[in-house]
């Protein structure tokens, strides 16, 4: 009995690092779409309450519908990036953290080097929106961590956070979206390193820019395709499978206009489910890949297998 208590507290206490090493063992996903080879990256996790972080539901609902899947409120949220291979360009769809938060995050490059990439390779990097988890990883220190890439974003994002006339009106707690865009962005754009684009045009054979406003100001989806096949990056537009999913109507307090999110959510879930192509999501379980199903209440996400 004695023994069979040293190994419980045994595993207890190393159980935890086991998990962790699991967890950044898989740091990357690859898969075929079409032609193209998809790789997520997995630039790490960081614990989220989501009775703090989401808004639009009554006060201890999100607790219950959590609990509902043997789960709480702390979510441990995943930051996923991906790269996608054309055969004839690198593109990677956001940068990752960089280090810009703690240790569990801004693994990003490690990723991509199992993968059998190195950052110099990249050509280009498609950012999804402005928020620092998607764009901490264009600079390291004060040097470029993709050399050799072009770094695209929509004009309707870099107008609105690269304006410091909009920083003074905005609330207090949106300012830090636009010191943290400056700060990783004015670099790119001293290094003539930025291209900003209308949305509806292809960038790249096979990859266009779609407009999604409402998490941030110019929220950009990316369409991928290739031989019949589908994924779209849907970038910031769900926080949580369990709750938004099930409800789209549930906000959150990061967003730039609430109801835009809102009608995007809507409509981007509806299509999904109806046209079954892939989507990758940055912040749900790493891979972030999937397939959308109606339910009885909203709809469910199918991952990757
Ligand atoms: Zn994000």
């Known amino acids: ?13 190393i159980g935890p690092f086991f998990i962790n090493n699991k967890l950044y063992a898989q740091s990357f996903y690859r898969m075929k779409l079409g032609d193209f080879e998809v790789v997520a990256l997995l630039d790490g996790a960081v614990p989220q309450n989501l009775d703090q972080l989401l808004k639009g539901t009554k006060p201890g609902a999100i607790s219950k519908m ?4 043997s789960q709480t409120a702390i979510m441990n949220c995943s930051v996923n990036a991906y790269l996608i291979n054309t055969g004839d360009k690198l593109v990677l769809i956001d940068a990752g953290t960089g280090d810009a938060y703690g240790p569990s995050l801004g693994h990003l490059t490690e990723g991509l080097r199992k993968a059998g990439y190195q950052p110099g390779q990249i050509n ?40 410091p006339t909009n920083r003074e009106k905005a609330p207090e707690a949106m300012k830090r979206f636009f010191d943290g865009a400056a700060q990783k962005l004015n670099p790119i754009i001293k290094a003539g390193k930025l291209t900003t684009f209308e949305f509806g045009k292809e960038l790249f054979p096979g990859i266009t820019p779609i407009a999604s406003f409402g998490h941030s ?23 949580s499978d369990i709750i938004q999913f099930a409800n789209p109507t549930v906000t959150s307090v990061y967003d730039y206009n609430e109801l835009n999110g809102t009608s995007t959510r809507e409509k981007a879930l509806k299509e999904a489910a109806k046209e079954h192509y892939w989507i990758a999501v940055a912040h749900i379980d790493f891979p972030g890949i999937g397939h959308l199903v109606k339910a009885d209440t909203g709809y469910r996400f199918v991952a990757v297998n």
């Open 217 to 239: 100001a110019g929220h950009t989806f990316y369409a991928v395709k290739s031989k019949g096949e589908k994924m779209l990056f849907w970038g910031d537009i769900i926080l």
């Open 124 to 163: 280009a990097v498609l950012l999804t929106h402005t928020h620092m988890d998607h764009i901490g990883g264009l600079m390291t220190g004060d040097k470029l961590t993709f050399p050799n890439a072009q770094i695209y974003l929509s004009k309707a994002e870099g107008d609105y956070y690269l304006n």
């Open 66 to 69: 959590m609990a509902k899947h």
């Open 1 to 13: 009995m004695k023994n069979f208590i040293k190994i419980a507290l045994l595993v207890s206490i």
